[in-house]
C-alpha cells in the first residue's frame, strides 16, 4: 500500500476449501474512516476479518489425514496474478510477489500441483516466498529456491493449521 498503483490479494485455505479475503467477491462492506485510518486499509481489515471468520465458521470437522488445500490456493492466486497481468496496458510492468504463511506441513501427495505452480510462477515471474509458523517445509522450500524467493521460519509460534497467501 505504499503506491495506489499496488495491488493486494489475500488467499486462505484450509483442509476444506480456499476462498479469496480480499479483494471480496461478494457485496462491498461500507468502509468509513476510522481514528484516521486510511479508507483502503480500513477496507482491507474488514473485509478479510469478515470473510476469515466466515470461512473459519463453515469448515467442517477435521478429518484424520486431511490435507490443507495450499497447492491449489497457490494455483488461484496465480491465475489472479495472470487476469492482472492480462489488463495492464501494453509495456507496462508488474512485479508480482507471493507470501504464503503457513503453520502446517507439507506432503508430498500434491507434489506434481506444488511443482505446476512453483514453475509457472518461475516462468511468469513470480517470486514466491515462505514464512513457515512451525513446520519444516521441504517443498515449499523448493518452489521458493526455483522462483528465487525467500524463506523464514517463526518456530517458537503455536497456531491452528491454517494457511494465508497475499501479494
Do not use: W
Not at 13 to 22: A, D, Y
Not at 123 to 144: F, H, M, S
Request: charged share 15%; net charge positive; proline share 2%.
Amino acid at each position: 500500500m505504499q503506491k495506489a498503483q499496488n495491488k493486494l490479494a489475500v488467499v486462505a485455505c484450509h483442509h476444506h476449501t480456499s476462498k479469496f479475503l480480499f479483494p471480496s467477491t461478494e457485496s462491498q462492506l461500507e468502509i468509513r474512516q476510522f481514528d484516521g485510518q486510511y479508507e483502503k486499509f480500513s477496507l482491507v481489515e474488514k473485509s478479510i476479518k469478515t470473510n476469515l471468520t466466515e470461512l473459519i465458521q463453515s469448515a467442517p470437522k477435521l478429518v484424520n489425514g486431511a490435507e490443507s488445500m495450499l497447492a491449489g490456493s497457490l494455483a488461484m492466486i496465480l491465475c489472479y496474478i495472470l487476469r492482472v497481468k492480462k489488463m495492464q496496458p501494453p509495456g507496462s510492468n508488474l512485479n508480482s510477489r507471493v507470501l504464503v504463511v503457513t503453520g502446517s506441513a507439507d506432503t508430498a501427495r500434491q507434489y506434481m500441483t506444488y511443482m505446476n505452480v512453483f514453475f509457472t510462477a518461475q516462468k511468469e515471474k513470480v517470486v514466491i516466498d515462505i514464512c513457515a509458523l512451525d513446520d519444516t517445509l521441504v517443498l515449499l522450500q523448493q518452489g521458493c529456491d526455483i522462483t528465487g524467493g525467500q524463506v523464514s521460519s517463526c518456530t517458537n509460534l503455536s497456531l491452528q493449521k491454517t494457511h494465508f497467501i497475499s501479494f
